[in-house]
């Protein structure tokens, strides 16, 4: 699933459109046989075992179509899907992200699969309420059908919450507000331990010298804040757009927005969350499993490499977000489809790859893996079950879908030039160079990207 969302690697992304319209593929179809090899890309390892089952299973149903499956990391995999691009190489199938799709459909480097779904009767109703629209295009196209789905929780270390004599209950009922961080910050406070054992909330604690963070901070969240901040944002009455999808004005010159973000980077003064700079070149999970930070912000997507690094130190646990000004918590919501690269030779093998992906047979296949919430509702209750079995309790996940409290994945266009402007203006804030209010002067330059 989604993880953060930089931008695009700087290559030459004005020859996209031409390097679509090549015809060049890396899947390759033999003259005999009417044989393909269909390329699939995904960034997730710990999904890929799901998908080489479903590969598997495919490929037995389809003997003349070879699925070769490719895992790359997040960074890795963008830098090398846009050089594909640009060479004429890429994947015949691969992963995509609501925060890059529209930039593929304005390149018109991948499919429409609208005629597909229609010849083949697919049913787009049989996934989560909302999940499929997000995949229609500004053009009225589609460009995928819904795998999966991610929403954002606490994830702590029941250890540290137990020796502070917090409850379960406690984290479950927590709330923030900007003025004084509700009983939210209260129990980061409690949590953030000095080199002395002094808590945060006691006379005498050293914010200089802190052993364990109360909440540890990833990154600053760049302009989308999917697992950093966006919850603070949207619970204070904030929305990222004039409209979701496909708006063309930002908000980031909201005074809710500058509100929550003030109130976040106040946690980095106070010393309950480290300073960004501590944070580089670290992993957040690898801090909550070390105990350099007692809780922290993250996606579903993560619940496997967390739950699978307990140890005699580290008990990882599961609370929901913490309630906002408006009187409820909300979370963002997000799904990945896999996209056909409009260069493939082998198109109709490409869609039955698609297909399939989408369908409750493989669906149901990554919910027994339980790593991820899939697409369609009957699937997410195997994984329910799945992650039961494996002692997780998901709920802290499922909670906002059930009570109809998500908000969108913001997509709009320009979302790589986006996170040229938003990345620097929030590293310079939650990095204490700059004040809230200079992300003012970052919307300017966003809302200037739409005229």
Same mark, same amino acid.
Not at 19 to 41: M, N, Q, R
Not at 234 to 251: E, L
């Given at each position: ?11 030459? $992304?004005? @020859? ?6 090549g015809g060049g593929t890396s899947?390759?179809?033999?003259? /005999? ?47 090398? $899907? ?20 529209? !930039?593929? +459909? =304005? ?38 059908? %819904?795998?999966?789905?991610? =929403? ?79 919850? &603070? ?38 010393? &309950?969350?480290? %300073? ?45 977000? %913490? ?17 056909? &690269? ?34 369609? %509702? ?13 002692? +997780? ?17 913001p997509i709009t266009d320009h979302? /790589?030039?986006? !996170? ?18 200079? $992300? @003012? ?6 809302? /200037?990207?739409?005229?």
């Amino acid at each position: 699933m989604i993880k953060k969302v930089p931008a695009v690697a700087g290559v030459a $992304l004005l @020859s996209l459109t031409l390097a679509a319209c090549g015809g060049g593929t890396s899947g390759d179809t033999a003259s /005999a046989g009417g044989k393909a090899t269909i390329s699939y890309w995904l960034w997730d390892a710990n999904q890929q075992p799901a998908y080489q089952q479903c590969a598997a299973d495919f490929q037995k149903a389809n003997p003349n179509i070879s699925i070769k499956i490719t895992q790359l990391g997040w960074d890795d995999y963008w830098t090398k $899907l846009t050089t594909g691009f640009v060479s004429g190489s890429a994947p015949d199938v691969f992963t995509d992200h609501l925060a890059k799709y529209p !930039e593929f +459909v =304005t390149k018109r480097t991948i499919l429409p699969i609208d005629d597909f779904v229609k010849n083949d009767k697919v049913d787009t109703g049989i996934y989560a309420e909302g999940l499929a629209d997000l995949w229609v295009g500004a053009d009225g196209k589609r460009y995928g059908l %819904p795998k999966d789905w991610d =929403t954002i929780a606490v994830f702590y270390n029941k250890k540290l919450t137990e020796k502070a004599g917090i409850t379960d209950a406690q984290l479950k009922e927590m709330a923030w507000n900007p003025a004084d961080g509700g009983t939210y910050e209260k129990i980061i406070a409690k949590l953030t331990v000095d080199k002395n054992g002094k808590r945060g909330d006691e006379p005498g604690f050293d914010k200089s010298k802190v052993e364990t963070y109360g909440l540890w901070l990833e990154s600053s969240g760049n302009g989308v804040g999917q697992t950093q901040w966006s919850m &603070y944002a949207v619970s204070n009455g904030w929305k990222f757009t004039d409209k979701n999808p496909w708006g063309s004005h930002y908000n980031y010159d909201d005074p809710k927005f500058q509100e929550a973000i003030t109130w976040w980077k106040s946690l980095i003064d106070k010393g &309950y969350m480290p %300073p960004l700079k501590a944070t580089e070149g670290v992993a957040w999970n690898d801090m909550l499993s070390a105990g350099k930070g007692a809780m922290a912000t993250n996606g579903s997507w993560m619940i496997g490499s967390v739950f699978g690094s307990k140890s005699d130190k580290f008990e990882p646990a599961l609370a929901p977000l %913490p309630a906002g000004p408006t009187g409820t918590r909300t979370s963002m919501f997000n799904g990945l489809a896999d996209s056909i &690269y409009a260069g493939t030779k082998n198109k109709d093998a490409a869609w039955a790859w698609v297909k399939y992906l989408a369908s409750p047979a493989c669906q149901n296949v990554v919910g027994e893996h339980a790593v991820v919430f899939p697409a369609i %509702p009957a699937a997410v209750e195997v994984a329910q079950k799945k992650f039961g079995e494996k002692g +997780v309790d998901a709920e802290a996940f499922t909670v906002n879908v059930t009570d109809k409290t998500t908000f969108l994945f913001p997509i709009t266009d320009h979302a /790589a030039q986006i !996170e040229s402007v938003m990345k620097p203006a929030m590293d310079a804030v939650i990095g204490g160079t700059a004040p809230a209010s200079s $992300l @003012s002067k970052a919307n300017e330059q966003v809302n /200037a990207l739409f005229q």
